[in-house]
């Protein structure tokens, strides 16, 4: 192991979908990612150490570095390219420059999940000056998911846009919990949260208790 390091976060993501894709684009600095690329999501503590992580990866494969963010505590990488080899490459390389297996990672904990529905319009106008995707309207339905670690909040948002026609709002992938703000009608809220507990339910690791 070449640094003693925790990891938080760590999911494989096989196909980013049009909204999820989009948004990374618009919030991220680095090199934006596309629809249907696959994509990797590392979060570690150390903060810093992500770092070293982006260097071996860039070095062992050929995928483009979207997001990097670098806080104190916590560090994020996200990954992609349209080959799935070499998306599998980097959380190889990830692995192998820590010398662990993927089950080390903390495994995904909801914190929170709430369903509000018929969403009075001054409160659509509170969500809708603060996200950077698309627009929920008076009398829609409003999902606020709470995840833990953060950088599970893509996966959650991209799973929930595979299995149900949602408007993606807002997601943050980074800090101390992951957030998604999700809209659209009841009966497909509901099948998004559906599908983003299943999703987080099969990422196994080491235990997350609150």
């Known amino acids: 192991m070449s640094e003693q390091i925790e990891l938080r976060a760590f999911t494989f993501i096989d196909s980013l979908q049009p909204q999820t894709a989009s948004f990374i684009a618009t919030v991220a600095q680095g090199f934006l990612p596309l629809e249907n690329q696959a994509s990797l999501i590392v979060e570690v503590a150390p903060g810093m150490s992500i770092n070293r992580v982006t260097d071996t990866v860039l070095k062992q494969t050929d995928v483009?570095?979207?997001m990097q963010v670098v806080e104190r505590a916590f560090g994020l990488l996200e990954v992609h390219h349209f080959d799935h080899g070499q998306v599998r490459a980097a959380a190889d390389a990830v692995l192998g420059y820590y010398g662990i297996a993927e089950e080390a990672r903390?495994?995904?904990r909801i914190v929170n999940a709430q369903i509000i529905t018929g969403i009075e319009?001054?409160?659509t106008m509170l969500i809708?000056?603060?996200r950077h995707g698309d627009v929920?309207?008076?009398g829609q339905t409003l999902y606020i998911l709470e995840v833990h670690p953060a950088g599970y909040a893509t996966i959650a948002v991209n799973e929930a846009e595979k299995h149900a026609n949602i408007k993606v709002l807002e997601f943050q992938t980074f800090g101390a919990f992951g957030r998604v703000w999700l809209g659209g009608d009841e009966e497909n809220i509901?099948?998004?949260d559906k599908a983003i507990r299943q999703a987080l339910s099969a990422l196994h690791g080491r235990p997350n208790v609150g």
Do not use: D, V
Request: aromatic share 6%; glycine share 12%.
């Open 64 to 66: 483009s570095p979207g």
């Open 128 to 130: 809708n000056r603060m």
């Open 121 to 123: 319009g001054y409160h």
């Open 136 to 138: 929920i309207l008076q």
């Open 106 to 108: 903390l495994a995904p």
């Open 190 to 192: 509901i099948e998004a």
